[in-house]
T-cell receptor
């Protein structure tokens, strides 16, 4: 069975500081990895996915199969980045997602 | 992306009653929808896959007779919590999947409080 681990429940950084939200997964095959974000009082929405290999709102994430990681990074945090971030894995077809427990990012001024 | 409407956003009911939650895809024909449950400060747990025109597929440990799912059209899936009890109090979230792109679009969720 697949599993997604986000070790940090809360990450607090100052505005302008680099951000790294950690995500590790366990799956024996080739999964597809996603980051979903939930801003205050809003619904969950897709931030980025590893197959797109694009930067969204300054965030990037690289799939490291050797370390089974998919960490989310941003070089300079902004106040509007404060939100709940969920790493998710899709594997085995059927489009089902397995979510991590989420990391609350708080960007302080 | 797809626009997903979930109704109601909050419901309070007495123990023993049944509650129906609707999930509508407003601009997208969804053959597959998902239902999740989220306890406070915990992650989303997949309950079931809702398939248009066929029976839902439930995850291990989810009682199919307790959580009835109907997906009668390409734009509507319903989750009925039957004979609700206080332990069923939770946040229920649906999603619509764009199958070809493997992307899910989420509803705003329904907070169920069973007294």
């Amino acid at each position: 069975a697949q599993r997604v681990t986000q070790p940090e429940k809360l990450l607090s950084v100052f505005k302008g500081a680099p951000v790294e939200l950690k995500c590790n997964y366990s799956y024996s095959g080739s999964p597809e990895l996603f980051w979903y974000v939930q801003y205050s009082r809003q619904r969950l929405q897709l931030l980025l996915r590893h197959i797109s290999r694009e930067s969204i709102k300054g965030f990037t994430a690289d799939l490291n199969k050797g370390e089974t990681s998919f960490h989310l990074k941003k070089p300079f945090a902004q106040e509007e980045d404060s939100a709940m971030y969920y790493c998710a894995l899709s594997a085995g077809g059927g489009n089902k997602l397995t979510f991590g427990t989420g990391t609350q990012l708080k960007v302080e001024l | 992306g797809a626009v997903v409407s979930q109704h109601p956003s909050w419901v309070i009911c007495k123990s023993g009653t049944s509650v129906k939650i609707e999930c509508r895809s407003l601009d997208f024909q969804a053959t597959t929808m998902f239902w999740y449950r989220q306890f406070p400060k915990q992650s989303l747990m997949l309950m079931a896959t809702s398939n248009e025109g066929s029976k839902a597929t439930y995850e291990q440990g989810v009682e199919k007779d307790k959580f009835l799912i109907n997906h009668a059209s390409l734009t509507l899936s319903t989750l009925t919590v039957t004979s609700a009890h206080p332990e069923d109090s939770s946040f229920y979230i649906c999603s619509v999947t764009e199958t070809a792109k493997n992307i899910q679009y989420f509803g705003a969720g329904t907070r169920l409080s069973v007294l």
